[in-house]
């Protein structure tokens, strides 16, 4: 098992409850395997799209991108900006 | 220059970081807030450090594509009045053709790309997260 630390943001982090936190997976897991997680522990995840946006390390990722331990994965609402 | 920032974006920042005497042509893009539907303000929000790496990522690849041009965008977070920027780009390159393009670039790419989000604030005290793909979840005062 590995800690991967998740953020939150925006409407998500409403959803979640929080703006951060850390889960942990049987690395190395996917995104899609750190979401799936996160939807276990926040209830409130449960809200969100099937296959939202992420990033992992800062960068936007697809959801079968690779984590590993110490990893920083964020879901990432609808982006918005300009 | 900050790309990312709490004050008001003057735009007379950002043509001192681009124009110089061997760039004939300057082309500035500002987003403001608009009033639609009684909204007062927008709230801008963003992940940070991503939004930050990425406008880098977003000039550098401007920076290759027009060599000779100067690029640089502000984007302003915090809640912005109706009529205020949130977003100012200037592009300056030796012709006029290669500085439109180049900002043209700059904000396509913001827009699919930085992670910045929007509240929408209203005169009746609701507020509502801006979908660009259309949804709108609103939300009490």
């Known amino acids: 098992m590995g800690k991967v630390s998740v953020r939150f943001f925006a409407r998500y982090a409403e959803l979640a409850g929080c703006t951060w936190s850390a889960v942990n997976v049987e690395t190395p897991a996917t995104v899609a395997d750190v979401i799936a997680r996160v939807r276990e522990v926040f209830p409130g995840t449960k809200g969100l799209p099937p296959q939202p946006l992420a990033a992992l390390n800062q960068r936007q990722v697809r959801l079968d991108a690779l984590v590993n331990e110490g990893d920083e994965v964020a879901l ?3 982006l918005a900006g300009g | 220059m900050m790309h990312l920032t709490r004050h008001p974006i003057d735009v007379r920042d950002l043509l ?7 760039r004939g042509g ?9 009033n639609d539907a009684d909204v007062t303000g927008i709230e801008y929000s963003a992940y940070e450090a991503m ?3 990425e406008i880098e990522r977003i000039l550098g690849e401007a920076q290759s594509q027009w060599p000779e041009a100067r690029v640089i965008l502000q984007h302003r977070l915090g809640l912005i009045s109706v009529g205020e920027a949130s977003i100012a780009i200037a592009a300056a390159a030796p012709h006029r053709d290669d500085a439109f393009a180049a900002c043209r670039f700059v904000i396509e790419a913001v827009k699919k ?3 910045v989000w929007k509240k929408e ?3 009746d005290g609701t507020t509502s997260w801006v979908d660009p793909s259309g949804k709108v979840v ?3 005062p």
């Open chain 2, 51 to 53: 939004a930050f790496a």
């Open chain 2, 26 to 34: 300057t082309c500035v893009f500002t987003g403001t807030v608009r």
């Open chain 1, 76 to 78: 990432l609402p609808p």
């Open chain 2, 121 to 123: 604030h209203r005169a």
């Open chain 2, 16 to 22: 001192a970081e681009v124009q110089g005497p061997e």
């Open chain 2, 113 to 115: 790309r930085l992670p």
């Open chain 2, 138 to 140: 609103t939300h009490g």
